[in-house]
């Protein structure tokens, strides 16, 4: 008995030693060939949940789990080898790429859309642009009342987003210029909240991706243009920026074929229909 035991066990050893790399057709092999995470951007959120949701429709074996967290946390988990899909709204910084290599990642970038960076304000606000100069002069301490802008004596809530975002990063390069958000700025962990909290706070401030605008926040022309899909394509709006998804190398299986959702027509009318802008 003992040697026959040890004849199947050395037969099952031999087989699985011959056949080690084999792709199985278990089921368990199909749910992970079928499944798709992408993790990280607030800005980008709507578009990937849109596309994900479109894309499980025609092809209902698929399983697509889209997180938000901030630009920063896909990016980590990009590195970390936690999603397939990095949602960015802005670019690798030169850190993260080397952190990347040395864990044998290689990002590899797509521009999926264009996005503009909304300032916005309570509708009840009466202001209606604001220079750069004091918007930058309010984010760093220096301007705290907005009769100092040409608005109503009371004082200027200030929105921001942390600093895991990557509208934060965003802005704090095109509008700050490096500087230092003021200490008491509450900083907001997605697009959603600094539009919601500015929606229920009359003397607030903040930026939000285009697709976060709304009745329920006034957005404010900056040097006399305002946000929209047409001022960011026509370059005339100042804050706009491309909105990215990495992957580790070119895009490649159900990775790919979503990004090339997002890149065909139907995708990009996506892209249109949640208030950004196509690339296509």
């Known amino acids: 008995m003992l040697r026959r035991i040890s004849m199947i066990a050395l037969v099952a050893l031999t087989l699985i030693g011959a056949t080690e790399g ?35 429709k025609a092809h209902p074996k698929v399983n697509i789990t889209v997180r938000g967290g901030g630009s920063g946390v896909g990016i980590a988990a990009l590195i970390d080898g936690t999603t397939d899909i990095a ?28 996005d503009g960076i909304a300032i916005i304000v309570h509708p009840s606000n009466p202001l209606e642009k604001i220079s750069l100069q004091d918007l ?18 009371e004082p200027i809530v200030t929105v921001s987003r942390d600093v895991a975002s990557g509208t934060f990063e965003t802005f704090k390069k095109l509008v700050l210029k490096g500087g230092k958000t003021r200490g ?13 909290t500015i929606a229920q706070t009359p003397g607030g401030i903040g930026y939000v991706g285009l697709g976060y605008l709304s009745p329920q ?30 992957t580790n ?6 990775a790919k074929e979503l990004i090339d959702f997002i890149l065909s027509p139907e995708g990009q009318k996506i892209v249109s229909d949640v208030g950004y802008v196509p690339v296509k």
């Not at 278990?26 to 596309?51: D, E, H, I, M, Y």
């Not at 002069?137 to 004596?153: M, T």
């Not at 006034?218 to 920026?241: F, H, N, W």
Request: glycine share 6%; charged share 20%.
């Open 22 to 56: 084999i792709a199985w057709d278990w089921p368990w092999a199909k749910k992970k060939a079928n499944t798709l995470t992408l993790t990280g951007s607030t800005t980008v959120l709507p578009v990937a949940q849109r596309a994900a949701e479109e894309y499980m």
């Open 87 to 114: 949602n960015a709204s802005r670019p690798m910084k030169s850190k993260e790429l080397k952190s990347a290599r040395s864990k044998g990642i290689n990002p590899v970038e797509t521009v999926i859309a264009r």
């Open 136 to 153: 930058k002069a309010i984010y760093l301490g220096e301007i705290n009342r907005w009769s100092d802008v040409g608005g109503k004596p």
């Open 184 to 196: 008491d700025a509450l900083m907001l962990a997605s697009n959603k909240a600094v539009a919601t």
């Open 217 to 246: 926040v006034k957005p404010l022309q900056v040097e006399g243009v305002s946000p929209s899909p047409q001022t960011v394509s026509s370059g005339e709006y100042i804050l706009a920026r491309p909105l990215f998804m990495y």
């Open 249 to 254: 190398g070119k895009p490649k299986g159900l």
